[in-house]
């Protein structure tokens, strides 16, 4: 059975993410290094398209399906000497374990956890030996495509931590962050904290809403709040704090998604390595990538 979520932008993701996977292990083929691929939200293989909203499903039996991550990245074959998936619902864990009959050439290369998708990540990061002198050097490419506010700062800093990893995050900017802070500035008591813990920060608050004051004839001075920060300015907000961890660099350009046109997620890419070397590569591959996409540009 095949999840279902997602229409044209989630095809234009996962495109995108098969065409760095590509070029990449192509372009570090021979190199001596080990590479890996690490999917940390990564369903069953397949998916129904319908919409990737799951609030908003209105998926009928007639939605073509397209393949998700974990199948694109396997049908590349030998690129990658490992190839680790996460994925936190048992039953679609379960039916990921068919990907390793599908592919019996490369079995030995799968790894599949039911889990949680920041815990196995801090693990992979704190346990793969990236730069050790007696194994080949290591080096990862990790796609978080989230539904929502699941992925934590932390887990962002560990992976910026390694040096050795390419990062493709599907942030939630509209979704997950714009979404919760009402017109008037005001956040549910519940959301305040997972805003914080995606974004690493309380300060967003700041950031995002401002304090007005409105003269009243009668009253005097009212002070009341409004939230200022629409997706776009959320996702550079993002992208100038990830510039703080990630010693290779962030791309100043991203890829807004969703669904009927609104802005929900901002496709953001990311290198830990902060080598001369690693830049140019990076850049080249995550900018040829996205060169047909309708792209954001950091101001
Ligand atoms: C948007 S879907 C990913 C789709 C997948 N990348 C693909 O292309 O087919 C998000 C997936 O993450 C799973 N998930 C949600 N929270 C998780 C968590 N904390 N850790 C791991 N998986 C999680 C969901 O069950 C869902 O299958």
């Not at 493709?168 to 509209?174: D, K």
């Not at 009243?216 to 996702?235: C, Q």
């Not at 704090?241 to 046109?261: A, Q």
């Amino acid at each position: 059975m095949s999840q279902r979520f997602g229409d044209a932008h989630t095809v234009h993701k996962l495109d995108a993410l098969e065409a760095y996977l590509n070029a990449y292990s192509t372009a570090l083929k021979n190199q001596g290094f080990r590479l890996l691929y690490f999917d940390a939200f990564a369903g069953t293989g397949d998916i129904q398209v319908g919409d990737e909203t799951p609030m908003l499903q209105t998926v009928d039996d007639y939605q073509p399906f397209v393949k998700g991550s974990a199948w694109r990245a396997l049908q590349l074959g030998a690129a990658f000497d490992e190839y680790i998936f996460v994925e936190r619902s048992l039953k679609k864990f379960r039916e990921l374990g068919r990907l390793k009959d599908e592919f019996p050439a490369i079995a030995d290369r799968i790894a599949i956890e039911n889990g949680d998708a920041n815990e196995s990540l801090r693990t992979f990061c704190a346990e793969t030996p990236w730069h050790r002198r007696d194994t080949p050097h290591h080096r990862a490419v990790v796609f978080l495509d989230p539904f929502g506010n699941q992925v934590e700062w932390d887990t962002l800093r560990r992976i910026a931590d390694t040096q050795a990893i390419d990062l493709w995050y599907l942030f939630p900017a509209g979704l997950g962050v714009h979404r919760q802070i009402r017109k008037d500035g005001t956040v549910h008591f519940q959301h305040g904290d997972p805003l914080d813990r995606i974004l690493g920060t309380s300060e967003w608050r700041t950031a995002f809403i401002t304090q007005k004051i409105d003269d009243d004839l009668f009253e005097g001075a009212r002070s009341r709040s409004a939230k200022v920060a629409d997706p776009v300015a959320i996702t550079e907000y993002m992208i100038t704090r990830m510039r703080g961890i990630f010693r290779g660099g962030v791309l100043d350009e991203w890829v807004p998604l969703g669904s009927r046109n609104v802005h929900m997620y901002s496709l953001i890419f990311a290198w830990a390595n902060p080598s001369r070397a690693a830049r140019a590569l990076a850049q080249r591959l995550a900018k040829g990538v996205l060169r047909s996409s309708n792209r954001g540009r950091l101001k």
